[in-house]
């Protein structure tokens, strides 16, 4: 995904940055640039909108961020966290199975 701009909620933010001790702001830091992340369609979660799962590396560590379209330019941050070792060996997994 080439870089586009990310919105979010700002108080769904702040909550989630005490709950998972990481901001919005930083997990965008994976949609900012030409990093190769992990992206999973959460079908589970997309009864309403279509959510996305990615997983990748940003400046703190790995990354977990749940997000949705709002438009092709667009996509805004449901949540974020850092990823657990299983999801970070899901993500290399990935990585080894691309063409890198």
Same mark, same amino acid.
């Given at each position: 995904? &080439?870089?586009?701009?990310?919105? *979010? &909620?700002? $108080?769904?933010?702040? $909550?989630? #940055?005490?709950?998972?001790? !990481?901001?919005?702001?930083?997990? +965008?830091? =994976?949609?900012?640039?030409?990093?190769?992340? =992990?992206? !999973?369609?959460?079908?589970?979660?997309?009864?309403?909108?279509?959510?996305? !799962? +990615? !997983?990748?590396?940003?400046?703190g560590g790995m990354? =977990?961020?749940? *997000?949705?379209? #709002?438009?092709?330019?667009?996509? %805004?941050?449901?949540? $974020? %966290? *850092?990823?657990?070792?299983?999801? #970070? %060996?899901?993500?290399?997994?990935? =990585?080894?199975?691309?063409?890198?």
């Amino acid at each position: 995904m &080439d870089a586009v701009k990310v919105t *979010w &909620d700002p $108080a769904k933010d702040l $909550a989630n #940055q005490r709950k998972h001790g !990481i901001s919005f702001k930083e997990a +965008a830091e =994976l949609f900012s640039h030409d990093v190769n992340y =992990l992206e !999973i369609f959460d079908e589970a979660h997309s009864a309403i909108e279509d959510r996305f !799962i +990615a !997983i990748g590396p940003i400046r703190g560590g790995m990354v =977990l961020v749940v *997000w949705t379209e #709002q438009n092709e330019e667009t996509l %805004r941050v449901i949540s $974020a %966290r *850092w990823a657990t070792r299983p999801e #970070q %060996r899901l993500y290399h997994s990935y =990585l080894e199975g691309s063409d890198e």
